[in-house]
């Protein structure tokens, strides 16, 4: 495992450039049941901006991916969700850049050993309610495929339901179809990886969705994936897919 993150911290540097890449301005905005906003800022790959009265919930926050990331002309975070230690998803760069000096961080506990201070761990099951209206469940992520079960194994790595004054957000992490995705209900918008050989093919990502059912689908960390094959497989479902910049 530490030759794999080595080698995908490697592949990072390489991927980037000296200059930093504009802030996205890619936004999708949604309302909760009591009318208030929630606007998410597709960043890139696996790292998304989750805006919600006034509060700002980064995922997966990352630096030396391309597009580089400057992280000082993004507002302070008011909370970090981490996912797993994999470098394309943990960065101790960007989470300095972005953490302010009450910001808590949610991680798996395996990713908890890379850091020093207070930070909360959330196992598989685990659910807080973090703000008035706040809440958080951490959900199971891993690989099924014999081969690949050594990227992302069963009971490490998180994915998170995050739920804003009853808006249920679901974001997968690195993961197959799961059976444990039959469990997540009413799901408004759903994050889906699709990037071989450590997530989804398309036709378990398809799977996946028809399987939870959300109202918006974003595909991400989907790579050099053909995603547009997405839209054309999901046709008919009931599900709005939409294609933002995940690479």
């Known amino acids: 495992m530490r030759k794999l993150q080595t080698l995908i911290a490697a592949l990072l540097l390489l991927v980037a450039g000296n200059s930093y890449a504009q802030p996205s301005q890619q936004k999708d905005s949604f309302q909760t049941k009591s009318g208030k906003t929630v606007t998410i800022t597709h960043i890139k790959h696996a790292t998304m901006q989750i805006t919600y009265e006034g509060k700002h919930i980064y995922v997966d926050p990352v630096t030396e991916l391309h597009p580089r990331t400057d992280w000082n002309v993004y507002p302070k975070a008011d909370y970090i969700l981490i996912t797993h230690e994999h470098p394309d998803h943990f960065d101790q760069m960007s989470i300095a850049q972005l953490r302010g000096a009450s910001t808590p961080l949610y991680l798996n ?139």
């Open 109 to 247: 506990r395996s990713t908890q050993g890379y850091l020093h201070g207070s930070n909360v761990v959330m196992d598989n099951g685990d659910s807080l309610r973090i703000g008035d209206d706040i809440w958080l469940w951490a959900v199971p992520a891993y690989n099924t495929t014999p081969e690949h079960a050594h990227f992302h194994p069963k009971g490490r790595d998180n994915g998170y339901v995050l739920q804003l004054d009853g808006l249920r957000i679901y974001i997968a992490g690195d993961t197959e179809d799961i059976p444990e995705m039959a469990n997540l209900k009413d799901i408004d918008i759903a994050f889906l990886p699709c990037n071989q050989p450590y997530t989804m093919t398309i036709d378990q990502l398809v799977s996946a969705a028809k399987t939870i059912k959300p109202k918006v689908l974003f595909p991400y960390h989907y790579g050099d994936t053909r995603i547009n094959m997405v839209l054309m497989k999901m046709v008919g479902s009931g599900i709005d897919v939409r294609i933002r910049n995940y690479k």
